[in-house]
């Protein structure tokens, strides 16, 4: 069928068959396929959606669009294991989690992606570090896993590339929300890694793709719920074990955003150095999830406990080295991060011009303003600035003022984007006054 025919089928509200999808997908990695009909058919799917046939028959052809990995003939002594994220503005838990699995028994091929609309992207935070190959052959992917214990790259040409040709105009067209897409985005690159184990953690809030545009928290949260019975659904049934968490990201996560920033975090955090607690329980839900998943701890007191002492002992952090070295990058960047990791040319605190107790904050425009300062893309062509974005990001029920705590340091390429920065941020955030401000009781991880 042509693939004009399938897309006319989809936007008149049809079901698609296995076949239909299955062709299409073949054509989008054959290149037979134009972006053109590629942003048809992904708009076709936003807006009238797929039943649960067609997500698994949309998963496993994009799963089977290139190479299946077997670890088998490695002969691992642990489970093969992975975590993934739906998205949020500071999200670089994957960095840490990677080294704290591998340090803890268990290997892991992690496959990211690159950024999507306003949020940043695994693949990008690791390409800010300096000779990384973010994007190596089979055999050295391999290698990585083998002897570091994790290796954190972007899917290879052989790997999912229906997905990569997909992922990369849903990122330009405005179809990064759909739940369908989302689904079989994450989930054909997890089929494709081989793997014995998967948790998902699906963000939600108002810096996250299934955000409620009307900015209800439980709206939201059922949004998260959606998608993560979808991933829970189409991953166990196609035989690939997975826990699926939901984590609040209602404000940026650590104190960091931007790419080089987010990295020196991730450095900063595997050292035991400034650890941010929000962060410190995220990371730490997720890795103990993943280790009772994968029989590397008997349940999840036992997880936690193990992740904190891989965590203190410095073996996560020796882990997090090894893949750096191996995958081309520098041997010691954890003793000298600063030599590596690009600084932008304006670097500056911004404090409000009076001071405000942070009741909220809109995490969506922040990541949109990172976008424009030069970390995201407009275009699947632009290039990446590694080196804008924020640190010393203040948090929820904190006091920011003239003469205080900055709200952030904003890392900029010119004065003019630090001040359209500012102004971003000003609008971003809203104060609580003294009679509002009361603890909240919300947790920043949910089960399912």
Not at 67 to 80: C, Q
Not at 166 to 176: K, N, P, Q
Not at 227 to 239: C, D, F, M
Not at 402 to 422: C, F, K, N, V, Y
Request: glycine share 10%.
């Amino acid at each position: 069928m042509l693939p004009q025919e399938i897309i006319r089928k989809k936007r008149d509200k049809q079901k698609l068959s296995p076949d239909d999808i299955k062709e299409f997908v073949d054509g989008v990695a054959a290149k037979t396929v134009t972006e053109g009909q590629v942003a048809a058919f992904c708009m076709a799917v936003l807006l009238n959606k797929m039943d649960m046939d067609e997500r698994v028959a949309l998963t496993s052809a994009m799963a089977r669009s290139g190479t299946v990995m077997d670890w088998s003939g490695e002969n691992l002594p642990g489970p093969v294991l992975d975590k993934h994220s739906s998205g949020g503005v500071g999200d670089k838990v994957s960095l840490m989690l990677a080294p704290l699995v591998a340090a803890a028994g268990g290997y892991v091929p992690m496959l990211s992606g690159r950024g999507l609309g306003h949020t940043g992207g695994t693949l990008d935070k690791m390409d800010a570090i300096e000779g990384y190959k973010s994007q190596p052959d089979i055999e050295l992917f391999k290698k990585t896993v083998r002897e570091s214990g994790c290796a954190i790259i972007g899917a290879t040409p052989d790997l999912a590339p229906a997905d990569r040709i997909m992922y990369a105009i849903r990122d330009v067209t405005g179809t990064v929300e759909s739940l369908d897409l989302i689904t079989a985005s994450i989930l054909s690159k997890k089929l494709a890694a081989g793997l014995d184990g998967l948790v998902m953690d699906v963000t939600f809030g108002n810096g996250t793709f299934t955000r409620d545009l009307s900015g209800d928290y439980e709206g939201s949260l059922k949004n998260a719920r959606d998608l993560g019975n979808s991933i829970h659904h189409v991953a166990n049934g196609a035989g690939l074990a997975t826990v699926v968490r939901l984590t609040d990201m209602n404000q940026v996560l650590g104190r960091t955003a931007g790419n080089a920033l987010e990295v020196r975090e991730a450095i900063d955090y595997l050292r035991n150095v400034n650890v941010d607690p929000r962060l410190h329980e995220v990371t730490v839900d997720l890795t103990a999830e993943l280790l009772v998943l994968g029989k590397l701890a008997g349940d999840k007191r036992q997880a936690v406990d193990k992740v904190q002492k891989m965590l203190l002992s410095g073996k996560a952090a020796e882990h997090f080295a090894k893949m750096v070295k191996s995958l081309g990058g520098p041997s010691d960047l954890l003793e000298k991060p600063e030599k590596y990791l690009k600084t932008a040319p304006v670097v500056r605190d911004f404090h409000p011009d009076r001071e405000i107790f942070l009741g909220a904050m809109n995490v969506f425009d922040i990541g949109i303003g990172i976008v424009e300062l030069g970390g995201g893309r407009m275009r699947t062509t632009d290039v990446i600035d590694h080196s804008v974005g924020l640190s010393n990001m203040a948090q929820l029920e904190e006091t920011v003022g003239p003469h205080g705590r900055p709200l952030a340091t904003i890392h900029a390429r010119s004065e003019s984007d630090w001040q359209r920065m500012a102004q971003t941020l000003t609008e971003a955030v809203s104060p609580l006054s003294p009679s509002e401000r009361r603890p909240t009781s919300r947790p920043v991880v949910l089960s399912l």
